[in-house]
């Protein structure tokens, strides 16, 4: 058994299919697949369950599975420190954030950390806080930006934002004149949400059950921008962070603050019990030395 095995094995249990998981690594099907054999036939196991178009792990092949995901990444963390030693300055970061953080606050901090580390390569995957959530912890990316709180038994966490949620409406909108409502005020109105991915989706539904009524929701989207664009059609309205509603200013809306609200709290996070690289504690570094928000 060796680790070149067990990458093909654990590709092969990820994707569920040999040749997807060929396609990945850069090799040949019949290649890949004696690979798996010659692990099975190593540990004397059967691994894959193949009677079916998609693969499927056997009993014993989820025990190997997490095992060997387990020995990948403390290779991988073996590799990171060594070269960690060697090239402090150089390397690269793979952050994850929903594209409302991308937006607000990511050209200022990737211009500064650019300055300081000119030969670090920042790769982003902007999706909802739960798939950053999900990245961060099967070490897809080495750290996220997402919306508190999380589980802390599982991620290491820096809070880096706290800013009120608000609600946004049309300046033509009946309650426009109120400085402060209670949210149930707004029960018969159509709600425009950020999509189910987004932690915020479910934090508003929730928060609406509390104050008393499901809310109607009109439309989703992944884009703030796009829901903004929506209120300003006069099509519905929408609870977004401070920091949002304050851009939005110049246009046809009312920014109303709520008698009750949640808190809109942003930290980054990483696996805890996982080697964190130089430039991934770089990073935390310079985020925590700018301005609290």
Known sequence: MDIRQLT??????????????????????PSLSKMVKNLEEDLDVILF??????????????????QAQKIIYSLDDLSASLYDVMNLNKGKIKIG???????????????????QYPDVSIILAEDGAKTVEKKVDEGEVDLGFVML????????VMPFVDQEIKLLVHESHPLAHLEKV????????????????FTLNGRT??????????????????QWDFIVGMVEKNLGVTLMPELICERVKGGPFKVISLTNTFPWMLGIISAKNRYMP????????????????
């Open 149 to 156: 709180p999380v589980d802390e038994e599982k991620f290491d």
């Open 8 to 29: 093909c094995f654990v590709e092969v249990a990820k994707h569920k299919s040999f040749t997807k998981a060929s396609q990945t690594m850069h090799v040949t099907q």
């Open 97 to 115: 954030l929903p594209p409302v953080i991308s937006t607000l606050f990511f050209p200022t901090i990737i211009a500064e950390f650019q300055k």
């Open 278 to 293: 130089y430039v991934s504690k770089a990073f935390i570094s310079l985020v925590q030395d700018l301005p609290k928000v």
């Open 205 to 222: 539904i929730d928060f609406c059950i509390s104050e008393g009524f499901t809310p109607k929701i009109a439309y989703e989207s992944s």
């Open 182 to 197: 209670d949210l149930i005020e707004f029960k018969d109105d159509p709600f425009l949400l950020l999509s189910k991915e």
């Open 49 to 66: 369950d193949r009677s079916s178009r998609k693969v499927r792990l056997t009993d014993a092949g989820e025990v190997v599975f997490l």
